[in-house]
């Protein structure tokens, strides 16, 4: 599996940005797909996953209720919906895929990895 992530840019804190994880392959459909992001110097973090099923969603608490992950398997995409951008959410942010079909908060459980796009928010 390939994953292209895009759709990062330059936005002012209150404003939306939509990513989107294009992704290769006919077995999208049964990965479960997940967006983390990475500060320079920290680790990567948890941000949203999306089980195979559609049904089951999980959020980081900083997140939730602002950003919203979801999954075209007709188009093999997944997306992040981020509205309410705050200053703190500048990151490199990172798609991922996992064999399974079950959403994880845990980035060593996904086992292929996007290239990252940044997203700054600016004050």
């Known amino acids: 599996v390939q994953l292209q992530a895009s759709g990062g840019g330059l936005v002012q804190a209150g404003g939306s940005l939509r990513l989107s994880c294009a992704a290769s392959?006919?077995?999208?459909?049964?990965?479960?797909m997940g967006w983390f992001r990475q500060a320079p110097g920290k680790e990567r973090e948890f941000v949203a996953a999306?089980?195979?099923?559609?049904?089951?969603?999980y959020y980081a608490d900083s997140v939730k209720g602002r950003f919203t992950i979801s999954r075209d398997n007709a188009e093999n995409t997944v997306y992040l919906q981020m509205n309410s951008l705050k200053p703190e959410d500048t990151r490199v942010y990172y798609c991922?895929?996992?064999?399974?079909?079950?959403?994880?908060?845990?980035?060593?459980?996904?086992?292929?990895w996007g290239q990252g796009t940044q997203v700054t928010v600016s004050s």
């Open positions: 991922a895929a996992r064999v399974g079909g079950v959403g994880s908060r845990a980035p060593e459980e996904y086992d292929y």
């Open positions: 392959g006919r077995t999208f459909r049964s990965y479960a």
């Open positions: 999306i089980s195979w099923s559609v049904g089951s969603t």
